[in-house]
């Protein structure tokens, strides 16, 4: 009788443990399903928002370019070249286009159909092939944001908007005569930023991101490590490792804004380093990321298996040769990794770059870690504080840049993880 | 003063020399069969090891004969492990671990200021009770001593000590085809071979081994008594077993550890045919007479 409840209570119990053991898994998959969910909505957001702002709407328009403005006296003359009207031309070709535009109020708001950055274009064009002076030459035109967020559909034309009543009535003239194109944007990619949203580009803030961590890397890796295994594998374990160790974790926890403090008070003011430099930026970052690579390299350490360190001190090698022979290679992986996540995080971050001056408008294309930049995550920050409507989707297509960016810094972090463990 | 010559015939004679010389050694512990003239390779006097404020060892004094296998045999936590491991300053990596006393090789003291440890563990070789191959290839296993000691001029010379080293571990045959297949995918057995390839590469004069065969089937572990009982020829050789057949069959001398006390030490079949005090009789015939 007591055999059998007994075995009976057993049978209960062992019901429990796997309902236990499913309830808990499911769990699992909830959270899973919530994190996965969360991320997909913010990139589809941000996808369904910015991906229009890969196409741009140009205008093909036929210039012409007559060789007595360009070449006169049919001299060519680089000089000569740089200062012609080029908005001349483009205007002529539209008004050739439209006609009956007469007033110059109409005129006027013709001519802003076309954005600044044409004339650039068309220069450039001439500047390259002086063979085209004297000929007619079919160019496409940059649309001014206003036309291109109107043929997008994010405007609509009337009184008191962006586009006229009678602008609207051109942009169809010209989307009747085929025209009008939408074409993929290089502008958002080779461009560094402008006040004109059809001109302004990623490019500038990509190279200046780049440079920032090229410094954060460079300064960050090499002391962290070395930070790491001197506290690891040299230093005795007393007091001052200890209170060492937890100001190494405090650091982890400080608000990036305060690393931001830091640089303006001693690298900006003290040491006199110029502002909105990568230089600057790096450095200041590099300080914020150590103390998440010296973490995460002490735990790769700490993982190898202590047998491995016996066998090594016991051959006769010597404390630095235990390390670089045996240890480090172990550890590599983990380091790699805790390397890559730091960087990432400091690629991501802006508040302590907005402290020393990189939040800065800044046309020029940043040619050396002196040079004044800005950097992506600042550069979305500043987009999305601008009010034009063209801006919008340009905000989300360089967060879609930036994510792209950290997708790939985590990949590459995997692809290396995975070949330096593949030596067994 | 450390002799530079890693012959043991040559550190032999020279010891054999200072042996005489009964002032330091003291005249315990020599009874070897008969055999007078056995030199002490190793000899512990006064031996206490504490971590932190906890004394692991009392008062040891041991002496370790050249050329013959001597067995640590004792209860777990006994201080058989703590023992070996100061004989090359392995101790010396454990936080909080203080060794007071004398341990001499040579006749002289290992824990002198002037001697490099670097050197006196090349001198010393050790095996542990987990086989602990690096994780690089079989080949690189073995030259890692001899290469990051200096003990081969060119590759050639590097190939045979390699060679002659698996060869006397006994595992050429089997491993010879992949020596640059990882060290780590080997058997256990194989492994722990390898380790004591590894060891002898660098012609050690003193082997120690914690349990080298306790994680090994009986056909390995005899493969391997098998060799301990070749290498005694040209080494010396320390074991800590908690196996008494194994004690019984390869050592020459046992010293029995109670308690951090080393309670008895006398010729093998001495210790196991008459003991002469209580306890090692109970622990020898207690778990496994
Ligand atoms: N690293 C250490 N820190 C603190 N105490 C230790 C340490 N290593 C060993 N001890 C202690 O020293 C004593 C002797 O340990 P030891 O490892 O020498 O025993 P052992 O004879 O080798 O035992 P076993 O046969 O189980 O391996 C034990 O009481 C152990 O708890
Ligand atoms: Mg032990």
């Known amino acids: 009788m007591t055999e059998n409840s007994s075995r009976n209570l057993a049978i209960q119990l062992r019901k429990k443990r796997y309902a236990a053991e499913r309830r808990f898994r499911l769990y699992g998959i909830i959270s899973i399903s919530i994190a996965l969910g969360a991320l997909c909505l913010l990139i589809g957001n941000m996808a369904a928002k910015g991906w229009s702002a890969f196409m741009q709407t140009y205008i093909i328009l036929e210039v012409e370019l007559p060789r007595d403005g360009l070449a006169p006296g049919g001299k060519i003359d680089i000089e000569t070249l740089r200062e012609a009207n080029y908005v001349a031309y483009l205007r002529k070709s539209l008004r050739d286009n439209i006609p009956g535009v007469t007033s110059r109020r109409d005129r006027r708001s013709l001519y802003k159909l076309i954005s600044s950055g044409a004339t650039l274009d068309l220069q450039n064009r001439v500047l390259a092939d002086t063979k085209l002076i004297g000929s007619k030459i079919s160019i496409a035109a940059v649309a001014s944001d206003d036309v291109d967020q109107f043929i997008k559909g994010n405007i609509t034309a009337g009184s008191g908007g962006k586009i006229s009543s009678k602008q609207a009535a051109w942009i169809k003239t010209l989307s009747d005569a085929g025209r009008i194109e939408k074409r993929f944007n290089t502008n958002l990619f080779s461009n560094g930023d402008s006040r004109e949203p059809e001109l302004a580009g990623i490019w500038g803030a990509t190279i200046g991101s780049l440079l920032t961590m090229f410094v954060t890397v460079l300064l960050s890796f090499p002391l962290g490590v070395a930070a790491a295994i001197y506290l690891e594998e040299f230093a005795r374990k007393n007091r001052w490792t200890d209170i060492i160790e937890v100001n190494i974790n405090n650091l982890a926890a400080v608000p990036s804004i305060v690393f931001g403090l830091l640089g303006l008070a001693v690298f900006l003011s003290f040491f006199g380093l110029p502002r909105s430099a990568p230089l600057v930026g790096g450095i200041v970052l590099a300080l914020m990321t150590l103390p998440t690579i010296i973490i995460a390299s002490r735990a790769a350490l700490s993982a190898v298996p202590p047998s491995i360190r016996e066998a090594a001190i016991g051959m006769g090698a010597s404390p630095m040769q235990v390390v670089l022979h045996h240890v480090l290679p172990l550890a590599f992986p983990g380091i790699l990794t805790g390397t890559i996540i730091g960087a990432a995080r400091a690629l991501g971050e802006t508040a302590p770059l907005l402290m020393i001056g990189m939040v800065a408008f800044i046309v020029d294309i940043p040619g050396s870690i002196t040079d004044p930049a800005t950097v992506l995550p600042v550069q979305i920050y500043l987009w999305a504080d601008s009010p034009e409507r063209a801006f919008v989707e340009r905000t989300a297509a360089a967060t879609l840049i930036l994510l792209t960016f950290l997708i790939l810094m985590n990949l590459i972090a995997v692809i290396l993880r995975k070949k330096f463990e593949r030596r067994w | ?289």
Do not use: W
């Open chain 2, 1 to 289: 003063m450390n002799m530079e010559n890693n012959r043991p015939e040559t550190v032999k004679s020279v010891a054999g020399g200072m042996a005489i010389d009964t002032a330091v050694t003291g005249e315990k512990n020599l009874k070897m069969d008969g055999t007078e003239e056995t030199t002490i390779k190793m000899s512990a006097r006064n031996l206490d090891v504490f971590y932190g404020e906890k004394q692991a060892l009392f008062g040891i004094d041991l002496d370790v004969p050249e050329q013959s296998v001597t067995a640590l045999i004792g209860p777990s936590g006994c201080g058989k492990s703590t023992f070996l491991r100061c004989l090359n300053r392995m101790n010396d990596t454990i936080d909080g671990c203080r060794v007071d006393g004398d341990i001499r090789i040579d006749q002289s003291d290992i824990y002198d200021r002037a001697l490099d440890v670097v050197e006196l563990r090349a001198r010393i070789g050790m095996v542990f009770q987990k086989p602990n191959p690096f994780p690089k290839s079989i080949y690189d296993n073995v030259a890692y001593g001899p290469k990051i000691h200096g003990l081969a001029q060119d590759k050639d010379e590097l190939d045979e000590i390699v060679r002659s080293s698996l060869e006397r571990a006994g595992l050429l045959k089997e491993v010879v085809d992949r020596l640059d297949s990882p060290g780590t995918g080997l058997s256990g057995g194989q492994q722990q071979r390898l380790c004591i390839a590894r060891a002898i590469a660098v012609s050690p004069e003193v082997i120690l081994m914690d349990e080298p065969c306790s994680a090994l089937d009986p056909i390995a572990t005899a493969h391997i008594e098998e060799l301990i009982d070749e290498l005694r020829e040209n080494f010396t050789i320390v074991i800590v077993t908690h196996n008494m057949q194994q004690a019984a069959r390869v050592s020459q001398q046992t010293a029995f550890f109670h308690l951090g006390i080393l309670v008895e030490c006398n010729a093998t079949n001495e210790i196991f045919t008459s003991p002469s005090d209580e306890r090692t009789q109970g622990y020898i015939t207690g778990r496994y007479g």
